[in-house]
C-alpha cells in the first residue's frame, strides 16, 4: 500500500499508473488520483482510498483518520499542525 500520495509523489509514480504500453493498467487510478490532487489543491481536501472489499475498512476510514489506505493530500505536511 502507498501511505500518501501528493502532487509531488505522483509525478514521481506515474510509471507504476502505466503499462508499457502507456496505458493505465490500474483500472482507471490514474485519472481518479490526479482528481482527487486536483480537489485537494484547489479545496483544500484531504482523500483516502481504502479496498471496500475488506470488511469494517470503509467504516473505520470514516471514523479513524489513520485507517489502513492511501492518503491523497495537497502537502506531505499532513496532517497540518497548527
Known amino acids: ?4 500520495i501528493t502532487p509531488e509523489r505522483f509525478e514521481a509514480m506515474k510509471s507504476v499508473f502505466q503499462g508499457a504500453s502507456g496505458v493505465d493498467v490500474t483500472g482507471g487510478m490514474m485519472e481518479k488520483v490526479r482528481l482527487m490532487l486536483r480537489l485537494s489543491r484547489d479545496f483544500s481536501l484531504t482523500t483516502r482510498i481504502v479496498n471496500g472489499l475488506t470488511p469494517k475498512l470503509v467504516y473505520e476510514a470514516l471514523i479513524d483518520s489513520t485507517a489502513t489506505g492511501t492518503l491523497i ?10
Do not use: K, L
Not at 493530500?73 to 497548527?82: E, G, K
Open 1 to 4: 500500500i502507498v501511505d500518501m
Open 73 to 82: 493530500c495537497a502537502s506531505a505536511n499532513y496532517p497540518p499542525t497548527n
